[in-house]
């Protein structure tokens, strides 16, 4: 089955940065037919959307809280995708989230990575 391990959370200070990673494993279909995204929880909070890459890693859409300020991308050939967030603010302090969707069926979901935001 299709399982997604992220990594790359951590500390860091407001005004820092941090690179998150996402790897793929399990697929029964090309890593490069499946649209990925990055969500981020807070507890009491509704799950947040924050960033969608399409399969070819060519249409990158935000959310508006976040645009600007973090980048997402992919590597299709190392079955990974990215979020590189920089100017962190404490608002950013979550648990980031990835998912793989393939066509139109159910988003499969990571454990999620902590990222917090701190002086």
């Known amino acids: 089955q299709v399982q997604l391990a992220e990594s790359g959370g951590g500390l860091v200070q407001p005004g820092g940065s941090l690179k998150l990673s996402c790897a793929v494993s399990g697929l029964s279909r090309p890593f490069s037919a499946f649209v990925m995204r990055w969500y981020r929880q807070t507890p009491g909070n509704e799950r947040e959307w924050v960033a969608r890459?399409?399969?070819?890693?060519?249409?990158?859409n935000y959310a508006d809280s976040v645009k600007g300020r973090f980048t997402i991308s992919r590597d299709n050939g190392k079955k990974a995708v990215y979020l590189q967030m920089d100017n962190l603010k404490f608002e950013d302090t979550a648990v980031y989230l990835c998912?793989?969707?393939?066509?139109?069926?159910?988003?499969?979901w990571g454990q999620g990575t902590q990222v917090t935001v701190s002086s």
């Open positions: 890459i399409d399969t070819t890693g060519v249409r990158r």
């Open positions: 998912t793989a969707q393939y066509g139109g069926s159910h988003e499969v």
